[in-house]
């Protein structure tokens, strides 16, 4: 499994941004399907955001279309979550996950980062 670490998480205002980093390191980074998950307290975790492999295809949630962006470095193994117009809604602990070939499940995760976002 590919090992996952992120970074950037903090504390914001409301209508603030913050842009969240997750670094791979232990397998070749370009053959998973990236993803953001965030998870609030008393809440399921929720896919945020996903990328292809060649950084081509995204996906988002309806909650953070046109105001988050995730993209991908394969040549520096990162990815990245940009947070735009963060609202108190938005507060959660942020994961990054990778999805290996061939497989249904992200089965890799990072450590997470807490997002704060205050009114």
């Known amino acids: 499994q590919v090992q996952l670490v992120e970074t950037g998480g903090g504390l914001v205002q409301a209508g603030g941004s913050l842009r969240l980093s997750c670094a791979g390191s232990?397998?070749?980074?370009?053959?998973?399907?990236m993803g953001w998950f965030r998870q609030a307290p008393g809440k399921e975790r929720e896919l945020v955001a996903s990328?292809?492999?060649?950084?081509?295809?995204?996906y988002y949630a309806n909650s953070v279309k046109g105001r988050f962006a995730i993209s991908r470095d394969n040549a520096k193994n990162t990815a990245h979550l940009q947070m735009n117009s963060l609202k108190p809604d938005d507060t959660a602990v942020y994961y990054c996950?990778?999805?290996?070939?061939?497989?249904?499940?992200?089965?890799?995760w990072g450590q997470g980062t807490q997002v704060t976002v205050s009114s």
């Open positions: 996950a990778a999805r290996g070939p061939m497989k249904p499940d992200f089965l890799s």
């Open positions: 232990g397998r070749t980074f370009s053959n998973y399907v």
């Open positions: 990328i292809s492999r060649s950084g081509i295809n995204t």
